[in-house]
């Protein structure tokens, strides 16, 4: 079994990618507990991201895999859990590098949470991978909520909020960078008011990253399981990861 693991509803964009390629049992758990994370500090998102993967292995000892759907998470507790676990762990980074080399302006966009955009992980993405490219970072938490919602109950004047400071940045960027999960939901209304932009998110990377690090043979078929640590108003499908 693969175990999926994001704040919210974010991950499901690589829940479905997986499933879609491989049809492989899939546990994924949403932290509405702890959600959001990208405001919280990095003392909160280690203790729930450590938490959560125990309470998971714990109850689902099969899991050959766990993916940390969450940019916040990963740029905080990635090397902790590697050590702290036995069982492979792979995180969601923003995609610098392709960005980068994609950028025909030498200006791209990550548009992120203020925990991923204030991260020295992040910085070193940019030193390592954009060092001839402005990468202008833009905090949208209120995003978040937005992905949050079924598509006919978002607040467009929110998405175009974000949409116009991108469009009329003076850099003139010509990619944006989707460094938060939960903004690939978004990225069609994105694509609409900023139409000449390329957008890009880690979606594909963390699915073709999964081939390298497991043996997608040695994981059963079945369906996507899921889990939350909070009853969710609206959302029967979830069950408590008790």
Excluded: W
Aim: glycine share 4%; with cysteine.
């Amino acid at each position: 079994m693969i175990c999926i693991y994001d704040s919210g509803i974010g991950g499901l964009s690589i829940a479905h990618k997986i499933h879609e390629q491989y049809g492989v049992k899939i546990s994924y758990v949403s932290d509405y507990e702890g959600f959001p994370y990208g405001e919280k500090d990095e003392a909160f998102v280690m203790n729930r991201c450590e938490y959560i993967a125990n309470k998971v292995l714990s109850k689902y000892p099969e899991i050959k895999v766990m993916i940390i759907a969450c940019n916040t998470a990963s740029t905080v507790s990635l090397d902790h859990l590697r050590i702290k676990f036995q069982i492979p762990f792979i995180g969601v980074v923003p995609a610098i590098k392709p960005a980068a080399k994609l950028s025909q302006q030498n200006a791209v966009v990550l548009l992120a949470t203020k925990a991923t955009n204030s991260r020295k992980y992040t910085d070193q993405l940019i030193h390592d991978f954009a060092k001839n490219t402005k990468v202008i970072k833009i905090s949208a938490p209120d995003l978040v909520l937005e992905a949050e919602k079924k598509p006919k109950d978002r607040d467009q004047s929110t998405i175009l909020k974000y949409a116009n400071i991108i469009n009329q940045h003076p850099l003139k960027p010509d990619v944006i960078i989707l460094g938060c999960t939960h903004y690939t939901f978004l990225k069609k209304e994105l694509s609409k008011h900023c139409p000449n932009i390329k957008i890009i998110d880690s979606v594909n990377a963390i699915v073709k990253r999964l081939t390298d690090v497991i043996k997608i043979s040695e994981i059963p078929s079945g369906k996507i399981t899921l889990l939350t640590t909070k009853e969710i108003p609206n959302r029967p499908t979830f069950k408590i990861l008790d």
